[in-house]
């Protein structure tokens, strides 16, 4: 059953903690991104990776890191630097063509108390 | 500086067909029309695009005008759980991999 998983479905952290989100695909595809979507707004670009070992910033990356060791694998690790971290944090993957459909994993909420 | 405008709510009632307009006048040659939808608290999920022939699927149907400036979303047969936001982007790809989503529009399927 392909597709794109993301755990866990909630995340709590205390404020200054680092936390790492999980984001895994079976679609073998090269591309991988990450959003973040805050109440009543659309989606924000925080990095992408077009292939193994390189990825982008987007439009919002401070405060964030990724990696990208495996092509199934992009996890995002929210840092204690990002001021608003409290959201809810959309992993996506295409096959990285140009104009390729990107498939949304089923998310994560993160809540930083 | 959204590319597309569509209404904010609409209404349909099970078992007819929703009718999704959006307008991106400014849409460039390259630029492809995507139609996402998101249930609350889950990941958007693709629909359907298109560049400028009329598109189907087991989905929906997409009809984009003969100079690209609208297009609309059809649902054929609406049930409560097609109740989402459905978003209407211009997407071009290249090295900007942005997805830009807008507001949206709030589709009600009621009983």
């Known amino acids: 059953d392909g597709g794109i998983t993301q755990s866990p479905k909630y995340l709590f952290r205390k404020e200054g903690q680092n936390v790492t989100l999980s984001c895994e695909q079976n679609?073998?595809?090269?591309?991988m991104y990450w959003y973040r979507q805050d109440p009543g707004q659309g989606l924000r670009l925080i990095y992408y990776?077009?292939?193994?070992?390189?990825?982008q910033k987007g439009d919002i990356a401070e405060g964030y890191s990724v990696s990208r060791e495996k092509k199934e694998s992009f996890p995002l690790t929210v840092t204690s630097a990002q001021k608003n971290p409290t959201a809810f944090y959309l992993c996506?993957?295409?096959?990285?063509?140009?104009?390729?459909?990107?498939?949304f994993g089923p998310g994560t909420r993160l809540t930083v108390l | 500086d959204a590319k597309t405008t569509q209404p904010p709510s609409m209404d349909c009632a099970e078992g007819r067909a929703a009718n999704l307009p959006c307008n991106h006048s400014?849409?460039?040659?390259?630029?492809?029309v995507y139609w996402y939808r998101q249930i609350h608290s889950q990941g958007p999920q693709y629909i359907i695009h298109?560049?400028?022939n009329n598109e189907t699927n087991e989905m929906a149907s997409l009809i984009i005008t003969e100079d690209r400036k609208s297009s609309t979303l059809i649902l054929p047969h609406a049930t409560l759980r097609d109740t989402a936001v459905y978003y209407c982007i211009v997407y071009s790809g290249g090295s900007n991999y942005k997805l830009t989503f807008g507001k949206g529009t709030l589709l009600t399927v009621n009983p």
């Open positions: 996506a993957s295409s096959n990285g063509q140009f104009t390729d459909t990107q498939y």
């Open positions: 298109g560049l400028k």
């Open positions: 990776s077009q292939i193994v070992n390189d990825f």
């Open positions: 679609l073998n595809h090269d591309a």
């Open positions: 400014t849409i460039s040659g390259n630029e492809y």
